[in-house]
């Protein structure tokens, strides 16, 4: 074979990741190894650590005599990026973008007052660095280049919070951001009231307004979950 083993493991992972995403192994169905390897043309040992992998996010179970068995939606580990990724990517999609952003409306409003109150002088030069960057990239189609800063701004949100458990959601919230750019589930340029909302978030996180920031982020949440509705009903 001529394909590096990386590539080919990356390869078996994503597919059989977004099939048991999207339903097309069902629970307590039970995937043989060697069918697996002959499916995808790798060796055993490259099947063994995507099974490996899988296990760590609760998408399967191995156990001696029986196989490698797929697990109920219920045990997955619903917060890993990867899982995210690969259930945004199936047909369910508008009901994980949902749940979702209403995730994110509980967390990030309290995120958002924490940030008022703790962010340091350096994150909020670089939020406002994010927000005018959202500005200058929210209009000719340039949805990669608004993603980035939009990814960008969430996690300082998250970080300047001065809580570790906000500030590990920020892998979740990128892949919330980057599902809805990737799948089309935002308009062709985004809301200038949206665009808007994040400048003022930002100016609020300095001015150690929390109230404010906390308001202003619900605002966004609001927005988002009516984007939701408009273009993933």
Known sequence: MTTPAPGLHTHVLDTLGKEIAAGEHRPGQVLRTDELARRFDVSRTVVREVIR??????????????????????????YDPQVIRWRLAGADRPRQLRS???????????????????????QCAELTERALGMVATSRGGQLEGYLAHDIAFHRIVLNASGNEMFARLGDVVAEVLAGRTHHQVMFEDPDPAAVTLHVRLAEAVRGGDAAGAERLTKEIAVGALHELDVLAP
Not at 53 to 75: C, I, K, Y
Not at 110 to 120: D, E, G, P, W, Y
């Open 53 to 78: 992998v899988l296990e760590s996010m609760h998408l399967v179970e191995s156990r001696r005599r029986v196989g490698v068995t797929v697990r109920p939606a219920e045990a997955w580990n619903v």
């Open 100 to 122: 979702l952003t209403v995730l994110r409306s509980a967390i990030e409003p309290v995120a958002a007052s924490l940030a008022a109150r703790n962010a340091t002088p350096e």
